[in-house]
């Protein structure tokens, strides 16, 4: 028999329908079905690394049934090599851990796109989603539904707990721990980072996070914040309250912040006069923007109506005039606010719109953004 090393695969699945025991992955959609218990008893024998003759051995199946068995397991991706294991599970080069955001992005549109799904089947059946078995699966949709959650709420945790050794590492690599000087934060960096400050955003910036989770940083820690269309893409007013509110507990006394965000009321403007001129201008910046749209359509997508769900972290939840930014602002705790220009900031250091490419964009002899500062 073979000697080659397998085990199982760290997201093999298995359920029971039927009287039968059926085996996926997270990976691979193809299944196998298994009328014959030991097929577990076969499984648990390659939690760790084991050969055949060894697995065979403990498990009391003739080699030609454990064989049928490893065949089909092989097929499905539920049994591997080991060294296929620690391939799949190393991330130390760049193109492994560009290759994992890839898809973890293709994860994330699949499950919105299913959670919205879901949620409306739900509310569409209403009483008749709820009979004692579902003939398909053997298992009511409603055990289904709480199975499901289970998985989610437990995965949820998961993911929580790694934040803070994540966020450790990056303070650590960028010597952000006691330095003895106040920071530069840019939040939403994107691709445009300055130098000498932190420029924080999703992966892969250079410090990498959801800022919704909080800043790592001590309280009063920061001299400057600055950032440019980052606001719009939070809900108002919970997630755009609380982030305001972190922004406000890390700035210093004598800190300040400098936000641009879209300037809606602009957007209004040229809705209401039916300039149409306006709305084809700014395609010449947002190249991505469809070109066969009416005025309300550019409108509303601009101020953050309707977005697909598995796009809504990178579009809009929410447009901003400064009436309303000012009201968020004053909420969240500043004290002094503002209104401002491109690259007009009264500080010298915040005069960095033009990391921006978004925030210098025009239309005639105005920008299409609005520019406000804050302090504690």
């Known amino acids: 028999m073979c000697m080659e090393r397998n085990v199982v695969a760290p997201d093999t699945l298995i359920r029971f329908k039927l009287g039968k025991i059926w085996v996926h992955t997270c990976s691979n959609r193809a299944h196998a079905c298994f009328a014959d218990v030991s097929v577990l008893s076969l499984l648990s024998e390659f939690a760790t690394p084991r050969t055949v003759n060894e697995a065979v051995a403990n498990c009391g199946l003739s080699g030609t049934q454990a064989m049928i068995f490893i065949n089909e397991l092989r097929r499905i991706g539920a049994l591997l090599p080991e060294d296929?294991?620690?391939?799949?599970?190393?991330?130390?080069s760049d193109r492994q851990a560009e290759r994992q955001a890839e898809l973890a992005g293709i994860h994330i549109s699949s499950l919105a796109n299913a959670a919205h799904q879901i949620a409306g089947d739900l509310m569409a059946f209403g009483p008749a989603i709820h009979p004692p078995v579902a003939e398909e699966s053997g298992v009511s949709i409603l055990a289904r539904l709480e199975a499901l959650i289970a998985a989610m709420d437990a995965l949820k945790s998961e993911l929580q707990e790694r934040r803070g050794a994540f966020l450790s590492r990056q303070m650590q690599q960028l010597a952000l721990r006691d330095t003895g000087r106040l920071l530069k934060l840019n939040i939403g960096a994107g691709k445009h980072t300055l130098d000498s400050w932190v420029n924080i955003d999703v992966f892969p910036a250079e410090f990498a996070m959801d800022v919704r989770w909080g800043f790592p940083f001590a309280d009063g820690s920061a001299e400057y914040v600055f950032l440019s269309h980052t606001l719009e893409h939070l809900y108002?007013?919970?997630?755009?309250?609380?982030?305001?509110?972190?922004?406000?507990?890390?700035?210093?006394?004598?800190?300040?912040?400098?936000?641009?965000?879209p300037d809606v009321e602009k957007c209004i403007q040229a809705y209401v006069q039916k300039d149409?001129?306006?709305?084809?201008?700014?395609?010449?910046?947002?190249?991505?923007?469809?070109?066969?749209?009416?005025?309300?359509?550019?409108?509303?997508?601009?101020?953050?109506?309707?977005?697909?769900?598995?796009?809504?972290?990178?579009?809009?939840?929410?447009?901003?005039?400064?009436?309303?930014?000012t009201l968020l602002l004053e909420r969240s705790g500043f004290g002094t606010l503002e209104r401002s220009e491109y690259m007009a900031s009264s500080d010298p250091v915040l005069r960095i719109d033009n990391a921006s490419l978004v925030a210098g964009a025009m239309y005639r002899d105005k920008y299409y953004s609005l520019f406000v500062e804050a302090t504690p």
């Open 84 to 92: 296929s294991r620690a391939n799949e599970v190393c991330y130390s």
């Open 236 to 261: 108002y007013p919970d997630e755009a309250l609380s982030f305001l509110k972190e922004v406000r507990r890390v700035l210093s006394p004598s800190g300040r912040v400098r936000i641009v965000v």
């Open 276 to 325: 149409e001129d306006f709305y084809a201008s700014r395609r010449k910046t947002w190249t991505w923007w469809p070109s066969a749209e009416t005025r309300l359509e550019g409108f509303l997508a601009y101020a953050g109506a309707g977005p697909s769900p598995d796009s809504f972290f990178d579009s809009h939840k929410f447009g901003y005039d400064f009436e309303t930014l």
